[in-house]
């Protein structure tokens, strides 16, 4: 069964790097038929997707936070990684990661399953 | 990329039906069939409800059904129970190459 788990800084100073990683069990981070995504819920806020990544070497960032946003995987480790440059309190946010389904032509679909999720708060 | 618009709160009684929209444009909803539909109870992470606007996952009740016209995807929930009172989103893939959600609706069970 399908698992994944995120872990990192539960709280970042403003104008400083929040990182995440997320851990993937049960299956391969390689999968060709699978992106892996970041989302983000601010406290008592809607979804917003982050971004995707493909094995391939595909990725897709938010046009509203690509200027300050990496995201990559480590394959020996089955590890996907989120880093979020200059954040300021409304990077705040449970952050999620997912499986998202490819369906060719460099488009994305559906994400299952959901990681846990992490609460970063951005605070002095 | 502006979020899919959806009402902020849907209620009925146990046993009634009701129906969430979920408004994009012809750019996202109205472009491709890569509209999904995901549950939210508090605490916890989204769950996959509907893909491709109107399959649902293995495990998923045939309660819950989707289903898209011109730019405008909806979620239908049939028999309402208890256990369906959760926050509801949308989503859609993007012409842009990108992926968006709605704003999310709070459906309470009267």
Redesign the interface.
Same mark, same amino acid.
């Given at each position: 069964q399908l698992q994944l788990q995120e872990s990192g800084s539960g709280l970042v100073k403003p104008s400083e790097t929040l990182s995440l990683t997320c851990t993937i069990s049960g299956g391969s981070i390689s999968s060709l038929d699978y992106y892996w995504?970041w989302?983000r819920q601010p406290p008592g806020k809607?979804?917003?997707?982050i971004g995707?990544f493909y094995y391939r070497g595909s990725t897709?960032?938010?046009?509203?936070l690509k200027s300050r946003l990496t995201i990559s995987v480590d394959t020996s480790k089955n590890q996907l990684s989120l880093r979020l440059r200059s954040v300021t309190a409304a990077d705040t946010a449970v952050y999620?990661c997912a499986r998202?389904?490819n369906?060719g032509w460099?488009?994305?679909?559906?994400?299952?399953?959901?990681?846990?999720?992490t609460l970063v708060t951005v605070s002095s | 990329?502006s979020?899919l618009t959806q009402p902020a709160s849907v209620s009925g009684s146990p046993g009634q039906s009701i129906t969430i929209s979920c408004t994009g444009t012809s750019s996202d909803v109205g472009a491709?069939h890569?509209v999904?539909w995901?549950q939210q109870h508090p605490g916890k /992470?989204?769950?996959?409800m509907i893909? !491709?606007v109107n399959n649902r996952?293995s495990g998923v009740s045939n309660r819950f059904s989707g289903s898209k016209s011109g730019n405008t995807a909806s979620l239908t929930i049939s028999g309402l129970q208890a256990e369906d009172e959760a926050d509801y989103?949308c989503?859609s893939?993007t012409s842009? /190459?990108?992926?968006?959600?709605?704003? !999310?609706t709070k459906v309470t069970v009267l």
């Open positions: 995504g989302i809607g979804l917003e997707w995707s897709y960032y938010s046009p509203s999620y998202q389904r369906v460099g488009r994305m679909d559906w994400f299952d399953p959901w990681g846990q999720g | 990329q979020a491709y890569y999904s995901y /992470a989204p769950k996959l893909y !491709g996952p989103y989503s893939y842009s /190459a990108s992926y968006v959600f709605g704003t !999310g």
